[in-house]
């Protein structure tokens, strides 16, 4: 599979705790871009990454998340302390600079019980 | 802030009509406006996308129009299947300031056989 994979696709934590999800982009795409969805919404922008630069973050990206993309290739989304409001689906998606058209993976559900 | 609002919420069709839904966005500086069509627990998948510099794209029965001044857009099903209910998001990027994409609050389109 060459699209765009996100691990892991289910996850259920208890309030208080972190939790950690990747993303793998397709490989030649130097942007990669994370999004929360919560039911019945259109995903909301949280940061942007040109290579390993986090070029944009969110007012929505609180100081307990926190991205990664060290190498330029996969990266992490952190979320520290985790809330009930916290509950959704964060979904990854990743583009070519010269082409705008954004591929989005399957997403990570996170349910904070 | 950035806002795009998408009408209507809800849009039930027979098959074989067509289906239209519009949509608003706040920030001049949007430039390139995607739609994506969302089944559910599946993944959001661009149909269509269009940029500021053209009025109207159309790919077989999907079409997408952009009045830049009004700041409006619309994306147009014609000769609906069943295979066409989904959620429908429109989505506002500004190419040159960043590409924080705002996404709207979605359509759930039935199309019913």
């Known amino acids: 599979d060459t699209g765009v994979s996100q691990n892991p696709r289910h996850k259920i934590t208890k309030r208080g705790q972190n939790v950690t999800f990747r993303c793998d982009p397709i490989?030649?795409?130097?942007?990669l871009y994370w999004y929360r969805q919560t039911l019945g919404q259109g995903p909301e922008f949280l940061t942007y990454?040109?290579?390993?630069?986090?070029?944009?973050k969110s007012r929505l990206l609180s100081d307990r998340f926190s991205a990664e993309r060290p190498k330029g290739s996969f990266s992490t989304l952190e979320i520290q302390r985790t809330e009930q409001g916290d509950s959704a689906m964060y979904l990854c998606?990743?583009?070519?600079?010269?082409?705008?058209?954004?591929?989005f993976g399957q997403g990570t559900r996170l349910t904070v019980v | 802030g950035e806002n795009v609002e998408q009408h209507p919420s809800t849009l039930s069709v027979q098959e074989g009509d067509s289906a239209v839904i519009k949509c608003t966005y706040s920030?001049?500086?949007?430039?390139?406006f995607p739609w994506y069509k969302q089944e559910l627990g599946k993944r959001p998948q661009l149909i269509i996308d269009?940029?500021?510099?053209?009025g109207e794209k159309k790919d077989q029965r999907i079409a997408v129009t952009l009045n830049k001044t009004a700041k409006h857009f619309s994306l147009h099903i014609t000769e609906t299947q069943p295979e066409d209910s989904a959620v429908y998001f429109c989505?506002?990027?500004?190419?040159?300031?960043?590409?924080?994409?705002?996404f709207g609050a979605g359509t759930r389109l039935f199309v019913k056989a």
């Open positions: 998606a990743s583009s070519l600079v010269a082409v705008f058209e954004a591929f």
């Open positions: 920030d001049s500086a949007s430039n390139y």
């Open positions: 269009i940029r500021s510099n053209v």
């Open positions: 989505a506002a990027t500004p190419l040159g300031g960043g590409f924080k994409t705002i």
């Open positions: 990454f040109q290579n390993e630069a986090q070029l944009e």
């Open positions: 490989s030649e795409h130097n942007r």
